[in-house]
C-alpha cells in the first residue's frame, strides 16, 4: 500500500528521511504493510502541559504514517505518568499529582491535533488516554494477569534499566515497562494496533509489549524506532540558555520558536529538513547543495516550514516579518517577543538587567545571565553589556521600548507604558 507518490512505501520514507534507527521485523512488516492499512502508535507523557520539540520526531513518524495511508495513534500516558519513565533519566523524575496530570493531557491533546487528522472516518487517527485502563486496574489482578509473563532476568537486562542501576531505579519505575508493554496489548486489542513506534531509548519496553502480545493476545506485532536526534555539536536538541524549545506559544512564542531553527547548525540543515518537514526530497536536495551564505536560505525555509507546522502559516509569516524588522531589513516587529513594564518602573535606580533576563525568560537563572554578561552576549539597544549590575533606567527608553539582545539572534522587547 502506497499513497506517497515521492516514495514506494512507509519504510522507505522513514529510511531517507532519518526516522528509521531499528526494526523487530522489517521484511515481516513491510509485507504487512504493503497489504492494507496498519494501525500504529506512539506515546506521549504528560510531564508539562506542552509538548517541546523533542517529542517533534515521534509526531512527525505518526504524521507520515498517516499520509502512507495508515492509521496513528496518539497515546497520552495518563496512567503511566503516575509511575513516570525512567528511559534516558539519571533520576526519579517528580511524581505528578493527578490534578497535575490532567491539566498536562488537555494541552498536549490540543497540540497533538494540529498535526494528524482524528475522527472516526476512513484513515482518521485516534487519540487514547492509558489513564482509562490502567488508573483503576487492580494491583494484585494485575501481577497475576500481566506480572506473571515478565522475567525479571530479561527486564534487568533491558537498557532503560540496565543504565541506571549505577545511580539507582526505584521500584516504581521499574513497573514502567509493564506498563506500557500492556498499553501494546490493550491497543491491540481494541484497536487492531499492529505497530509501536517510538525513540531508540524505547527499544526494550518496544519489546517487552511486543512479547506480551504474544503470550497473552497471541498476535503478531513489529516496533520501530528513531534515533535519538543530537546536533551536530553533540547537544540535546531543543535545549537553549532559556531552556526547552517548547511548542506552546505562550511558553515559547513563535517568534523564537522561527529563530531557533533559523540558527541551527549548518551542519545539521539537510538533516533537520528531512526530519522535521514535509517537503520533498527534490526540493530538501535542492536546499542541500545551498553552501556559505546561500545556506541561510535553506535555513529560513526550514524555519518557515516548521514553525507553520507547529504555529501556522500566519504565524511562520508573522515570524519571518519579525526578524527581518529585528535585524533591518525592514518588516513588523510585533512579534518580537515584548513584556510590558511602567515608566514608574524606571523611576529612581530602575530595574536590574540580571532580574529582568530571568523574568522575560530570556534565561533561567540569575547565574545564566551573569554569565552571558560577562562572556559579552548581552546587549541593550544594540550596546553590550559589561557590567553585571547594570540597571535599566528612563534613558534607556527609545520609542517607548527597551531593545535586549542575547547572542546574535535573540531579541525581546520591553514596551514600557504609562
Excluded at 37 to 53: N, R
Aim: a negative charge; one cysteine or more.
Amino acid at each position: 500500500m502506497n499513497a506517497r507518490p515521492d516514495f514506494p512505501s512507509y519504510l522507505a520514507e522513514m529510511k531517507w528521511r532519518g526516522f528509521f534507527e531499528q526494526c523487530t521485523d522489517e521484511a515481516a512488516l513491510a509485507e504487512l504493510m504493503a497489504a492494507g492499512p496498519v494501525t500504529g502508535y506512539a506515546g506521549f507523557d504528560p510531564t508539562a502541559d506542552s509538548l517541546h520539540i523533542g517529542s517533534l520526531v515521534p509526531i512527525m513518524g505518526l504524521l507520515h504514517l498517516q499520509r502512507h495511508g495508515h492509521r496513528p495513534i496518539a497515546i497520552v500516558g495518563g496512567g503511566t505518568a503516575m509511575v513516570g519513565d525512567p528511559s534516558g533519566k539519571t533520576e526519579l523524575r517528580r511524581l505528578l499529582t493527578v490534578d497535575d496530570i490532567d491539566r498536562n493531557l488537555a494541552g498536549i491533546r490540543a497540540q497533538l491535533g494540529r498535526f494528524l487528522r482524528l475522527g472516526d472516518g476512513p484513515g482518521d487517527g485516534l487519540m487514547v488516554d492509558n489513564g482509562d485502563w490502567l488508573r483503576d486496574k487492580s494491583y494484585i489482578d494485575f501481577l497475576r494477569d500481566v506480572g506473571r509473563h515478565f522475567s525479571v532476568n530479561q527486564m534487568l537486562a533491558r537498557d532503560s534499566v540496565k543504565t541506571r542501576m549505577e545511580t539507582g531505579l526505584s521500584f516504581l519505575e521499574f513497573n514502567y515497562m509493564i506498563l506500557q508493554a500492556y498499553d501494546f496489548l490493550v491497543l491491540n486489542r481494541d484497536h487492531g494496533c499492529r505497530l509501536q513506534v517510538g525513540g531508540s531509548d524505547q527499544w526494550g519496553n518496544i519489546c517487552s509489549g511486543i512479547d506480551l502480545c504474544r503470550r497473552l493476545g497471541r498476535a503478531e506485532v513489529y516496533g520501530l524506532t528513531y534515533p535519538l536526534i543530537m546536533t551536530a555539536a553533540g547537544e540535546k536538541m531543543g535545549k537553549t540558555a532559556a531552556g526547552a524549545v517548547w511548542l506552546d506559544a505562550d511558553r515559547t512564542s513563535p517568534y523564537d520558536f522561527f529563530q531557533y531553527w533559523v540558527n541551527v547548525d549548518d551542519r545539521d540543515v539537510g538533516r533537520f529538513l528531512r526530519l522535521y518537514t514535509l517537503l520533498p526530497p527534490v526540493r530538501v536536495q535542492e536546499l542541500e547543495a545551498l553552501q556559505g551564505a546561500d545556506s541561510r536560505q535553506a535555513k529560513q525555509v526550514l524555519a518557515l516550514e516548521v514553525t507553520a507546522l507547529v504555529h501556522g502559516a500566519e504565524a511562520a509569516q508573522a515570524a519571518l516579518a519579525a526578524a527581518r524588522a529585528a535585524f533591518g531589513g525592514g518588516g513588523d516587529a510585533a512579534s518580537i517577543p515584548a513584556s510590558v513594564h511602567t515608566a514608574a518602573d524606571l523611576a529612581a535606580d530602575g530595574l536590574a538587567l540580571i532580574d529582568v533576563l530571568v523574568s522575560a525568560g530570556l534565561v533561567e537563572s540569575k547565574g545564566e545571565a551573569r554569565r552571558l554578561v560577562r562572556q559579552g552576549g548581552v546587549r541593550v539597544n544594540g550596546e553590550a553589556v559589561a557590567d553585571e549590575q547594570r540597571r535599566l533606567v528612563a534613558a534607556d527608553v527609545q520609542d517607548g521600548r527597551i531593545v535586549l539582545q542575547l547572542g546574535k539572534k535573540r531579541h525581546h522587547h520591553l514596551r514600557i507604558e504609562g
